[in-house]
């Protein structure tokens, strides 16, 4: 049986990226220092989300993201005012 998750309202489920490179070769990495940032991508959104789609690469607040486990894959579930900025 196939496990499916969809957020409820305006809550939004996030992959962690691990490490993340630029196109120009710049290596982002995922938290700064002393701040409580990541980067991941968007993978399932809530019905009342208007501004994140499915796909896209945020940075979002750590301290915010409620984290669960599907089939030994990390996810996090977080509101879209933990979004903090796209990264395109």
């Not at 957020?7 to 982002?28: A, H, T």
């Not at 989300?49 to 796909?55: H, I, K, M, R």
Request: hydrophobic share 40%.
């Amino acid at each position: 049986m196939e496990t499916t998750i969809t957020p409820l309202k305006d809550r939004i489920l996030v992959k962690e990226i691990k490490e993340n490179q630029s196109e120009g070769g710049i290596f982002i990495p995922t938290t700064k220092s002393g701040g409580s940032a990541s980067i991941g991508e968007a993978v399932a959104i809530g019905k009342e989300v208007n501004e994140v789609c499915a796909g896209d690469t945020v940075y979002y607040d750590t301290q915010k993201a409620f984290p669960i486990d599907v089939k030994g894959q990390k996810l996090f579930v977080l509101t879209e005012k933990d979004i903090l900025a796209f990264l395109n």
